[in-house]
């Protein structure tokens, strides 16, 4: 990184848009000399971090994410608020361009003065993307960002990444039951703290209210996950710049009371314990893939587990032995 | 262990209820030279393995999962079938006794010959209990057990290890809507292969009929674990040995189906993964654990994290440096 960590505290201060940018890349990293510049620029900005509101935003494809999420910034925006919106992908190898790739799909929010989008890593690590948006964000609140939005394609295990990231989660649903939600990724209804019915026009108004009728009564069959709070389902257009005030509201509404029942601090106590025990992983997954045989070895005594040869466990600490007995 | 590996070797391939509880206990051990002995167990009765069904079976407190479990068994057995009884609670240090606890509770079945019941593990080490129950399952089927029943209680994330380690899982639902679900653990609903209501007589006929209605639309939202298989919610009663047939037929259905799509085979190859996984991280935890100082130095820097002295990443780095530079 041709920055010192220096200049990139100072860019992310004073708001540099470029210097947020190249902070960000250098986190991403996963070379060894970039970790450790990025162990010292986090640390650095610790102290300006965790003011802002973390909102998760899901939906399938077609819900309608992009022109929410620039139409909602905007409103933001126009609260007196700045806003960065991040993506969480991680899969983007395989789904190339389908989230924040092109950074014109929010054209308008591009534009605002307080608005900083950043599209998702575009590159793979030897089968995995490091998920690094939490430390992302921890960049832009030091930049002084009050809304972090971040935006999940809902693939693989992206909403579960997003949910133990964000202090409120939103799903965009499109309208329609039955066998078009098979594109609802699993569990996601037990994540969801708000939902947005868009994409909602005069003519087919009864179809949304009949859409949210059964949203309620699948939302029965689940547990809240704040007591005290009753997930609203909200119905509008965001492409027509309607009921996006109310999703604004409602997300400060939750907050509110996630802050007066100490919820809020809570769940981020534990979510840095889980971001703890998720690097802890990662940097012994790092270790053990610095060191080719080693990875090899990894790779061999997983394929015998699946294949029989010998029972997991077995398998699990012959490759245990050989990591730690190396230096 | 006074038992050589031999010894239980023998004792579980000719069926000695004493010496595969003994073996049992032995692969529950977090003790060094236990897990060795429990290694070389494991390996040598590998090829003896794999053959059984497992069934998962969850469900409220007061579903009446004994009662079930014990009537369902033995209708298993009178099928031909021998079956174990087996129950994962990860935090039995709390529920001490809810679960299996005491075995009198399946005293029709535990009289059977070919019935075999295993209550939980009882110890804590360290705040988390091994589970250890898909081993235990291992060596369940080398005694020839063709049904592995898996109890849990709902707590935690038992139904989520009980999903990784079985082929099918049963949900025991009594009637009732609404509030009375908050008991339902988040993402239950979406792991269920076959329901059953319970406690159905001609009295609560119709209650019991609005539930399965309830549970329906419920499942509409949801997407199927099994293409081409549409989750059945049957009515019945575990005490008066009303619908357990169903219950049994459905399930050699659901496994049929699983094996005539390659299903079967493919998930199986894929919790051989998971478990290789879970084992890494066990093994690497106990190495954690073994030294004092280091076990101490990672709740330090967890502590670090949450209080947010510094942020997560660093402090993993810095732990995971003072690991790998022990020996």
Redesign the interface.
Same mark, same amino acid.
């Given at each position: 990184m041709k920055f010192s960590t220096e200049e990139l505290i100072k860019g992310i201060q004073s708001g540099d848009k470029r210097l947020i940018a190249k902070a960000i890349t250098l986190v991403e990293s996963k070379k060894d000399e970039h970790?450790n510049q990025?162990?010292d620029l986090?640390?650095e900005i610790?102290p300006f971090? $965790?003011k802002s509101i973390r909102v998760g935003i899901t939906g399938v494809p077609g819900a309608g994410k992009s022109t929410f999420i620039e139409n909602f910034g905007r409103i933001a925006i126009s609260n007196g608020k700045k806003v960065a919106v991040l993506a969480i992908d991680p899969s983007s190898a395989i789904n190339k361009g389908s989230i924040l790739g092109d950074k014109t799909r929010m054209e308008e929010l591009a534009k605002e003065e307080n608005a900083f989008i950043r599209p998702s890593p575009s590159s793979g690590f030897l089968g995995g993307v490091a998920n690094t948006t939490?430390?992302t964000m921890?960049i832009c609140e030091a930049a002084g960002y009050d809304y972090i939005l971040i935006e999940t394609v809902g693939v693989g295990q992206s909403e579960v990444l997003v949910n133990d990231i964000t202090d409120v989660f939103l799903f965009l649903k499109i309208i329609g $039951? $039955?066998d078009e939600?098979?594109g609802?990724k699993?569990?996601i209804?037990?994540m969801v703290d708000v939902i947005f019915i868009n994409k909602v026009e005069e003519s087919n108004l009864q179809k949304a209210k009949n859409t949210r009728l059964?949203?309620k009564?699948?939302l029965?069959?689940?547990?809240s996950k704040e007591k005290d709070w009753k997930v609203p389902i909200l119905l509008g257009s965001a492409l027509n710049n309607e009921g996006l005030y109310e999703v604004f509201e409602k997300i400060s509404e939750f907050i509110d009371l996630k802050k007066k029942t100490g919820r809020f601090e809570t769940v981020r106590?534990?979510q840095?314990?889980k971001?703890?025990?998720?690097?802890?992983?990662?940097?012994?997954l790092t270790?053990m893939k610095k060191d080719q045989s080693l990875e090899a070895a990894?790779a061999e005594?997983?394929k015998n587990?699946?294949?029989?040869i010998?029972?997991?466990?077995?398998?699990?600490?012959l490759?245990?032995d050989k990591?730690?007995s190396k230096d």
């Open positions: 970790r990025a162990e986090l640390k610790m971090t $965790g939490f430390e921890m $039951g $039955g939600l098979q609802i699993r569990g209804m037990e059964e949203l009564r699948a029965d069959f689940i547990p106590i534990q840095s314990e971001r703890f025990e998720y690097w802890v992983q990662e940097y012994i270790m990894y005594h997983k587990a699946s294949a029989r010998s029972n997991p466990s077995t398998e699990a600490k490759f245990v990591f730690l």
